[in-house]
């Protein structure tokens, strides 16, 4: 098998295709049912298996390594992989050191966390340093830890070298997983190489404020050195300023610095084997657009799994299937949307996993943008005693189960492979946009509410009718902005001053703009900065988002129920809406142009009414038109896929460029008109 990656697509024996893959845990499977899984995996439509190969099961102790099946026959990792490889399928290796997968520890050896507690994560508080976080874990750059990793991917390389591509079929390698864990708030002195002036946190310090005296001038406290600063120094003389410098510290430069020595530790691979990472699911992409910016060999992918927020749900349907596909594909250009785990089976038992609703979903997730799955998972297993989270059970629900055999799912999930492979060429299809949605791309943007606001106005112009297309308003050039047919653009408090003048400058060459969230009031670095507020002639007050009880809006005698703060703000123009309490401006519309500084929260259908509403005073209207059941998804190829993501029969009238159709679709759904 051939096998290549672009950055729009996956290429298979030639051609592009759909990257198919199925999770299985060998480690948690008897041998003999391992060839069975494998065939069940196949015949369901897979050209690609993943597997972690966790460092707690292979080194049980700190001198001793098992990849031959000597201590434990499921251990025999050689005659698991020539068994993928005579599969003929595409091998996706996960050797941690941190794989999660519902294990024990998060599959760190016990024995490294019992010899190196100090490497711990922290936390400065009440004049000490104390734990935090989960009661066995590492940070990932502590010296400890680096060092029994880099001897760890050492003894994995040693065994797999014989099967990397091109000669074997492992064509991927995943560097740890689902960062950033519990290192996020993480003070430990010796984690952040406090001391040193070659220490992480020292480096960084000198990167963003060059000098002692530099640093002493942000925060309004004199500093003597910067490798004796202290980040809880920081915190105490200036909250906000250090909220945005832990969250540039840890994603500008901890953990790209991270998966740097990781990739070292892997030595050198051959050209073909793609190394990648997982954001845990789409607003976590966030956390890696600057990793992948400092590292752009690094393939990122998303993990998608609406069952943690209950059944399938058009709001979880639209968040994961479209609104992280668009996402990924605006932030993450080095390759393409793909998710590393994909809903295959609830990890719980209850609810009941339907087959239905399964399908619906793997056809979801590849007409709203993403290019590969690997479901996530795809055979159950057992544990063994003390290995994992849930006790003994790894059932998952899993399509494929303990033994290899099929479960009730199984056909479902069959049958949406086979579609997809049919109708890939119109679902992988760019879809035709009609709107721009600007998102923020902040380091550690999901620690922020901003994450939220984006992620809701996104469901809200779907609503409406739209087709959005996420676009990064930093990066992207003047003269693209322009020529947007609209754009809704979801901003903070702070907003780069580069931004704020393209923004203004696009909005004086016509560009319909809507600003929601908050009119920017300072940049990047916290310092005031209302150019665009000035441009459009507005004055705004500072105001954190949040929570406000029965906050509501009044526009053309309807009360609009928002839930959220209104930011206090004046300025020419009309006003289309006001805070029911106050009185005050909540939209104002200029010539070209509207303000609703609120987040939206998607509560009621009537916050997507009032976008539509407000895109239309602008002249911006969908491509589509329809109810609230069926979902249009217009493509630049001239088809639209509709989706029926309902458990019943939906009858429905959509507008269409060309005209009117009635469909009728059956439960889990969908139609290419």
């Given at each position: 098998m051939d096998f290549s990656i672009t950055k729009e697509k996956f290429i298979i024996n030639g051609q592009e295709q759909p990257l198919l893959s199925g999770e299985i845990h060998y480690f948690r499977m008897p041998v003999s049912a391992w060839e069975p899984a494998l065939d069940k995996?196949?015949?369901?439509?897979?050209?690609?298996?993943?597997?972690?190969?966790?460092?707690?099961?292979?080194?049980?102790?700190?001198d001793v390594f098992d990849f031959r099946g000597t201590l434990r026959e499921s251990n025999d990792l050689h005659k698991w992989i020539a068994l993928t490889q005579k599969k003929g399928l595409i091998g996706i290796l996960r050797p941690g050191p941190y794989v999660y997968a519902e294990t024990r520890d998060l599959g760190l050896p016990r024995w490294f966390t019992a010899k190196y507690p100090q490497s711990h994560p922290t936390r400065f508080s009440q004049g000490e340093?104390?734990?935090?976080?989960?009661?066995?874990?590492?940070?990932?750059?502590?010296?400890?830890?680096?060092?029994?990793?880099?001897?760890?991917?050492?003894?994995?390389?040693?065994?797999?070298?014989?099967?990397?591509?091109?000669?074997?079929?492992?064509?991927?390698?995943?560097?740890?997983?689902?960062?950033?864990?519990?290192?996020?708030m993480d003070e430990n002195p010796l984690n952040l190489g406090i001391g040193d002036k070659n220490g992480l946190f020292p480096t960084y310090l000198a990167k963003t404020y060059q000098d002692a005296q530099g640093l002493s001038r942000a925060y309004g406290k004199a500093f003597e050195a910067l490798e004796q600063v202290h980040p809880h120094e920081l915190r105490?003389?200036?909250?906000?300023?250090?909220?945005?410098?832990?969250?540039?510290?840890?994603?500008?430069?901890?953990?790209?610095?991270?998966?740097?020595?990781?990739?070292?530790?892997?030595?050198?691979?051959?050209?073909?084997?793609?190394?990648?990472?997982?954001?845990?699911?789409?607003k976590a992409?966030?956390?890696?657009?600057?990793?992948?910016?400092?590292?752009?060999?690094?393939?990122?992918?998303?993990?998608?799994?609406?069952?943690?927020?209950?059944?399938?749900?058009?709001?979880?349907?639209?968040?994961?299937?479209?609104?992280?596909?668009?996402?990924?594909?605006?932030?993450?250009?080095?390759?393409?949307?793909?998710?590393?785990?994909?809903?295959?089976?609830?990890?719980?038992?209850?609810?009941?996993?339907?087959?239905?609703?399964?399908?619906?979903?793997?056809?979801?997730?590849f007409a709203g943008g993403w290019k590969g799955i690997n479901m996530y998972l795809?055979?159950?297993?057992?544990?063994?005693?003390?290995?994992?989270?849930?006790?003994?059970?790894?059932?998952?629900?899993?399509?494929?189960?303990?033994?290899?055999?099929?479960?009730?799912?199984?056909?479902?999930?069959?049958?949406?492979?086979?579609?997809?492979?049919?109708?890939?060429?119109?679902?992988s299809a760019e879809n035709r946009y009609d709107i721009a949605l600007g998102i923020p791309t902040d380091p550690g943007l999901i620690w922020t509410p901003l994450a939220n606001a984006a992620k809701e106005a996104y469901f809200a112009l779907r609503m409406a009718g739209f087709t959005p297309r996420v676009v990064d308003c930093n990066t992207l050039p003047l003269e693209a902005l322009k020529a947007l047919p609209?754009?809704?653009?979801?901003?903070?408090?702070?907003?780069?001053?580069?931004?704020?003048?393209?923004?203004?400058a696009a909005i004086a060459a016509g560009l319909p703009v809507v600003l929601n969230g908050r009119i920017p009031t300072r940049d990047e670095h916290r310092n005031p900065c209302t150019v665009l507020a000035q441009a459009l002639h507005l004055e705004a007050e500072e105001c954190a988002f949040g929570p406000a009880e029965q906050e509501q809006i009044l526009w053309d005698d309807t009360v609009y129920f928002l839930g959220q703060t209104v930011q206090p703000f004046r300025g020419e123009g009309t006003v289309l809406g006001v805070e029911t309490r106050e009185n005050a401006p909540a939209i104002l519309l200029g010539k070209n142009w509207a303000v609703a500084p609120f987040a939206l929260e998607n509560l009621f259908v009537t916050l997507a009414e009032l976008t539509g509403k407000l895109m239309k005073k602008l002249g911006v209207t969908p491509l589509c038109r329809t109810g609230r059941y069926l979902l249009p998804i217009p493509k630049a190829s001239g088809h639209t896929v509709v989706?029926?993501?309902?458990?019943?029969?939906?009858?429905?009238?959509?507008?269409?460029?060309?005209?009117?159709?009635?469909?009728?679709?059956?439960?889990?759904?969908?139609?290419?008109?």
């Amino acid at each position: 098998m051939d096998f290549s990656i672009t950055k729009e697509k996956f290429i298979i024996n030639g051609q592009e295709q759909p990257l198919l893959s199925g999770e299985i845990h060998y480690f948690r499977m008897p041998v003999s049912a391992w060839e069975p899984a494998l065939d069940k995996l196949v015949e369901a439509g897979c050209n690609a298996v993943a597997y972690y190969v966790p460092w707690f099961v292979h080194q049980p102790q700190e001198d001793v390594f098992d990849f031959r099946g000597t201590l434990r026959e499921s251990n025999d990792l050689h005659k698991w992989i020539a068994l993928t490889q005579k599969k003929g399928l595409i091998g996706i290796l996960r050797p941690g050191p941190y794989v999660y997968a519902e294990t024990r520890d998060l599959g760190l050896p016990r024995w490294f966390t019992a010899k190196y507690p100090q490497s711990h994560p922290t936390r400065f508080s009440q004049g000490e340093y104390q734990n935090y976080g989960f009661e066995r874990y590492a940070s990932h750059n502590n010296p400890d830890f680096l060092a029994c990793t880099r001897r760890w991917y050492q003894a994995v390389m040693a065994e797999i070298r014989p099967y990397l591509a091109p000669q074997g079929n492992v064509w991927m390698i995943q560097l740890c997983n689902e960062i950033p864990g519990d290192d996020n708030m993480d003070e430990n002195p010796l984690n952040l190489g406090i001391g040193d002036k070659n220490g992480l946190f020292p480096t960084y310090l000198a990167k963003t404020y060059q000098d002692a005296q530099g640093l002493s001038r942000a925060y309004g406290k004199a500093f003597e050195a910067l490798e004796q600063v202290h980040p809880h120094e920081l915190r105490e003389a200036d909250p906000k300023r250090w909220e945005r410098d832990k969250l540039a510290y840890y994603y500008t430069h901890y953990y790209p610095i991270y998966f740097q020595r990781l990739r070292a530790y892997l030595g050198e691979l051959p050209k073909e084997v793609t190394l990648f990472h997982n954001a845990y699911n789409p607003k976590a992409i966030s956390l890696h657009v600057q990793n992948q910016q400092e590292n752009p060999w690094l393939n990122v992918g998303v993990d998608n799994y609406y069952s943690l927020f209950g059944n399938l749900s058009l709001r979880e349907g639209v968040y994961f299937c479209e609104y992280g596909a668009q996402y990924a594909k605006a932030v993450l250009p080095g390759n393409p949307p793909w998710v590393i785990e994909q809903e295959c089976g609830y990890w719980h038992d209850y609810p009941q996993a339907y087959g239905p609703e399964l399908y619906i979903y793997n056809l979801w997730t590849f007409a709203g943008g993403w290019k590969g799955i690997n479901m996530y998972l795809f055979a159950g297993g057992v544990n063994d005693p003390d290995m994992g989270f849930f006790g003994t059970a790894h059932n998952w629900q899993a399509p494929v189960d303990k033994t290899g055999a099929p479960t009730e799912t199984y056909a479902s999930i069959q049958k949406s492979l086979a579609d997809i492979q049919k109708d890939y060429p119109v679902l992988s299809a760019e879809n035709r946009y009609d709107i721009a949605l600007g998102i923020p791309t902040d380091p550690g943007l999901i620690w922020t509410p901003l994450a939220n606001a984006a992620k809701e106005a996104y469901f809200a112009l779907r609503m409406a009718g739209f087709t959005p297309r996420v676009v990064d308003c930093n990066t992207l050039p003047l003269e693209a902005l322009k020529a947007l047919p609209g754009l809704f653009l979801v901003s903070g408090e702070c907003m780069p001053r580069k931004t704020q003048e393209k923004i203004a400058a696009a909005i004086a060459a016509g560009l319909p703009v809507v600003l929601n969230g908050r009119i920017p009031t300072r940049d990047e670095h916290r310092n005031p900065c209302t150019v665009l507020a000035q441009a459009l002639h507005l004055e705004a007050e500072e105001c954190a988002f949040g929570p406000a009880e029965q906050e509501q809006i009044l526009w053309d005698d309807t009360v609009y129920f928002l839930g959220q703060t209104v930011q206090p703000f004046r300025g020419e123009g009309t006003v289309l809406g006001v805070e029911t309490r106050e009185n005050a401006p909540a939209i104002l519309l200029g010539k070209n142009w509207a303000v609703a500084p609120f987040a939206l929260e998607n509560l009621f259908v009537t916050l997507a009414e009032l976008t539509g509403k407000l895109m239309k005073k602008l002249g911006v209207t969908p491509l589509c038109r329809t109810g609230r059941y069926l979902l249009p998804i217009p493509k630049a190829s001239g088809h639209t896929v509709v989706l029926n993501p309902h458990p019943c029969q939906v009858t429905e009238t959509i507008g269409l460029p060309g005209g009117q159709v009635t469909c009728t679709l059956e439960l889990y759904s969908y139609q290419i008109l």
